[in-house]
Nanobody
């Protein structure tokens, strides 16, 4: 069974950094694109970043220049390096991978809280 397990969230001051990890129980990281999403209280889940199997990346405007998505195929792990964090970044962060048509695999989420 393919599973995604997220870690690395926590409480940081504005301007600080965190690195989130998403470990997969299979080779999904190598054979499918991977993404990060986040959901703040009272808000809908929003897309943050995507990395393709070829290593191409895309970012939401709100995090561009501050966040970096990367992949370690040997470890079956996707990372989200978050720098210059702002209170507006406070949310539960989820990793994601499409699995077949009309289905997505989601991690359990990890809480990121940024204080001003």
């Amino acid at each position: 069974q393919v599973q995604l397990v997220e870690s690395g969230g926590g409480l940081v001051q504005a301007g600080g950094s965190l690195r989130l990890s998403c470990a997969a129980s299979a080779i999904i990281v190598r054979i499918r694109p991977m993404g990060w999403y986040r959901q703040a209280p009272g808000k809908q889940r929003e897309w943050v970043a995507t990395i393709t199997t070829g290593g191409n990346t895309n970012y939401a405007d709100s995090v561009k220049g501050r966040f970096t998505i990367s992949r370690d195929n040997a470890k079956n792990t996707v990372y989200l390096q978050m720098n210059s964090l702002k209170p507006e970044d406070t949310a539960v962060y989820y990793c994601n991978a499409p699995v077949g048509a009309n289905h997505d695999l989601w991690g359990q989420g990890t809480q990121v809280t940024v204080s001003s």
